[in-house]
């Protein structure tokens, strides 16, 4: 009988540990959030200027008429519906009725219409809203968009990073969007959080937006993003606890160092829609390179493995196309190419650079920034093997090596490129011949031209069908994966780390640039 | 009067020397290659030809180099050091947000290094070969050689990780709540690891150069007289000796002002300081040359007054200088 009381004692004792576990996985209010930001952002108006660092605090202060979780499904977010016509012409937004700015006033439709034509003039994807050429404004709670051709890749484009709805009666004031006092300071928005503070170099500070037009959220009352551009110094941060949070996280030792850490979690997930990549890029019109069968052969000769393993530590995945892994329209089926030192050389043979005293030509390849440095360092070491001398040129900075680049003076280059969710805004700006611009870095600096790419990729950009659009696009990539103007190495290694009290971090497709009105801490 | 004069004199060239620096630092970034066209596409992830030729013409980046230069001259002239490129701010507002910061790391740096600096000298100025005297050696020469991130990130693993003493990053913690001794108390705490690091350079070199000169001025008649005359060694050593050994000190301390900018850009950015150095560096980096070179001839201004200043020091504690240009 003791003996029974005993266990039974024990089981009310498991029973409400395991309660009280299950109780605390449930959201709980309040509490600061203390992020980390790598760099200070320009300013924190998605609208007129792109980019994660922005995406992070502007996504908490801007609501956008959709928003994604992990699976790429659009969800409803300031419209709490929406149609695309038949014909795929008009999308038609229904926006929730009394969702306010921070300021008390009401959003409408004319807000929609602002933010577009704001996007279109001021944004640098000018994809996005391209074939949009006007906003119908039937009703206040109804939006449409008028297009000159269907394109999808709309819905992908109305969330928070790339199109978030700014109040006409503030940003429409005649004043330049891009350079508008409240881009920084009282900045009105409808999002989850409400600016308190922007201190360039340390912190931007958002708290509560009690009007919220979602119910019940955001559970936080604060979210402190700290910026602290050091990366081991986020580290030691992350491990110490006075981080809670910090995404975009990509030096691998870091990484490493912080996935042994008690309490904290590393993980790669929510980074599919930003879709960077490092890639070899080829000069396609100059020199050795101009012919295919050479930029197969160096594909051949580089062994990806290493940069996977050796450089990336495992933290990143292997690229094979244009289009990031993670995406739905990705072509997983590419072969890709495994390395084989004799195929490298047939091929090389067969281009007319025969082997002459261990060599066969002289090349060069160019680098940006130090992170890409053990690519450029490793495929020169990879091509030796094969006979191609390689000269490693390091740029002093950013715009120095763009400079060159750009201006198409390179042989090869290690590049980071980003998809930016549909490949309408991030991929086709490095295949499509017309997009051969100089001087312009992230345009077609590769010179490739394919007039079947190009048609492709005008069809799926128009398709409203989501099979067929696919099928355009896996033609495409198996087409540029057999020509190569650029050969994918790998993603980034994008990390999001967060320690025990972080409930719900952001693992959406678009990682810290989505509204966290369901992140939360937990209480000890 | 005869202190005067000379300064005078200085200030003049010190006018003539900003406009030099001025003229040549315009010229230098203007020859490399890109601009802040660039590095704003590459924060915005991309941009097309449009974009990139909107956003020169509104810097005046289209112009030709001399009506450029002219132009930023002629405002400099008018104190205006124009808008910063990539944060649409007045450089002033920028420079003057984070001068501050700046300027109690640095003071703090200075003073804790000249005085820690100076005793490790004395002391092992008087029995050079003493033990003593190799361990401060041996400081010295390791506070100089070690590269200032790496004791900054030692420090903090040590003593913000290890031994969680200290914070990682910032001038404050934006969770502490209270009255100005509270907020002070808690700048303070976040001083202490970035003054450490910063101080371990010019400690190794007031040091080592204290100690030197020290060793010669110890060896002098006056200093055996002192001694004849039946003077304590503490009398001797901290009122007669030192004394004569610390204008060499002095003048390098002033000539350490320019370490405002450079030695502390990265001190600055491993403790996330949030100082002029955070800004020199995010300003290069991105090209933004209205700022790079506000900052520039802000350094420039600093050190030539920071050299006036060792002038007027120098003069004060040693009356054979006054009066001689």
Known sequence: MKHFIKSLAVATALISVVGTGSFASEPQKGGTLITGLAQTPRHLNPAVQSGVVTGAPGAQLFAAPLRYDEDWTPRPYLAKSWEVSEDGLSVTLKLVEGAKFHDGQPITSEDVAFSVKTIQENHPFKSMFAPVQSVETPDANTAVLKLSKPHPALLLAMSSQLMPIIPKHVYGDGQDPKTHPQNSENVVGSGPFRLVEFKRDEHVILERNPDYFMEGLPHLDRIVMRIIKDPSARAIALENGELHMSTFENTVRNIERLKKADGVTATPEGYAAIGALDWLAFNTKAGPLADKRVRQAIAYAIDKNFILNAIMLGNAQEAKGPIHPGSPLADQTLPGYEVDLDKANALLDEAGFPMKDGKRFDTSINFGWPSVKPQAEYVKQALKQVGIEVEVRASADFPTWAKTISNHEFDMTIDTVFNWGDPVIGVHRTYSSDNIKKGVIWSNTQQYENSRVDELMEAAGREPDSEKRAALYKEFQQIVAEELPVYWLNTLPYHTVYNDKVGNPPLGIWASSSPMDKVYLKSE | ?325
């Not at chain 2, 450089?91 to 003057?96: E, K, N």
């Not at chain 2, 004791?151 to 209270?178: H, Q, R, Y």
């Open chain 2, 1 to 325: 009067m005869t202190i005067l004069i000379p300064v005078a004199q200085r200030i003049l060239y010190a006018i003539l020397l900003l406009v030099a620096v001025l003229v040549l630092n315009f010229t230098m970034l203007h020859l490399a290659p890109g601009d802040i066209a660039d590095t704003i596409s590459q924060s915005m992830g991309g941009a097309d030809a449009d974009t990139m030729a909107q956003i020169r013409s509104d810097y005046g980046l289209d112009q030709p180099f001399l009506v450029q230069l002219g132009s930023y001259i002629s405002r400099v002239l008018t104190f205006d050091l124009g808008y910063s490129y990539f944060y649409n701010q007045p450089v002033t507002t920028l420079i003057f947000e984070k001068l501050p910061a700046t300027l109690l790391l640095v003071f703090t740096a200075q003073i804790v290094a000249l005085i820690i600096g100076v005793v490790l000298g004395v002391i092992s100025a008087k029995n050079p070969n003493g033990i003593t005297s190799h361990f401060v050696t041996l400081l010295a020469l390791f506070g100089y050689a070690a590269p200032v991130f790496w004791t900054g990130i030692l420090l903090l693993i040590a003593f913000s990780l290890k031994i969680p003493l200290f914070p990682v990053a910032g001038m404050s913690d934006v969770t502490v709540e209270g009255g100005w001794f509270i907020r002070a108390l808690d700048v303070a705490h976040h001083l202490v690891l970035p003054v450490v690091t910063l101080s371990t350079i010019f400690f190794a070199l007031y040091s080592r150069l204290c100690r030197a000169s020290m060793i010669e001025v110890l060896g002098s008649d006056y200093v055996r007289t002192a001694k004849a005359k039946g003077l304590s060694e503490f009398e001797i050593t901290y009122k007669h000796a030192l004394k004569n050994s610390l204008s060499p000190v002095v003048t390098l301390a002033g000539l350490q002002f320019s370490a405002v900018v450079s030695g502390a850009v990265l001190v600055e950015t491993v403790f996330s300081w949030p100082g002029l150095g955070s800004l020199a560096l995010q300003s290069i980096i991105a090209r933004d040359t209205p700022t790079i070179l506000g900052i520039l001839f802000f350094s420039a201004l600093v050190v030539i007054i920071g050299n006036l200043l060792t002038d007027f020091v120098l003069r004060l504690i040693d009356p054979r200088l006054r009066g001689r240009a």
